[in-house]
């Protein structure tokens, strides 16, 4: 069994910086991609940021040069630093995960999400 938990999320003025970050336990032999997805009331679940399981990066076009995703995969540990926040970016922050088991599976787990809320 596998279980991703998100911390860090809460209320931040705009412009200012908030820091997420995700645990992912369990019965994991290692973990590929990582992301980040968010989901505002009404709206749809959107992709953020996503990370390779080597470094390389991918950001939604609303966030690039204001957030950054990172990881460590010693600690399976994937990192959204949000800097220059904005009202649009209220949302339910997802962090997702593709998990290779110790049972030789392969897995998308999901995290039970954070609320961020961005105050103008």
């Known amino acids: 069994q596998v279980q991703l938990v998100e911390s860090g999320g809460g209320l931040v003025q705009a412009g200012g910086s908030l820091r997420l970050s995700c645990v992912a336990s369990?019965?994991?032999?290692?973990?590929?991609?990582m992301g980040w997805y968010r989901q505002a009331p009404g709206k749809q679940r959107e992709l953020v940021a996503t990370i390779s399981r080597g470094g390389r990066t991918n950001y939604a076009d609303s966030v690039k040069g204001r957030f950054t995703i990172s990881r460590d995969n010693a600690k399976n540990t994937v990192y959204l630093q949000m800097n220059s926040a904005k009202p649009e970016d209220t949302a339910v922050y997802y962090c997702?995960?593709?998990?290779?088991?110790?049972?030789?599976?392969?897995?998308?787990?999901w995290g039970q999400g954070t609320q961020v809320t961005v105050s103008s």
């Open positions: 369990g019965s994991i032999s290692r973990i590929d991609d």
């Open positions: 997702n995960a593709d998990i290779n088991t110790f049972y030789s599976s392969r897995i998308t787990g």
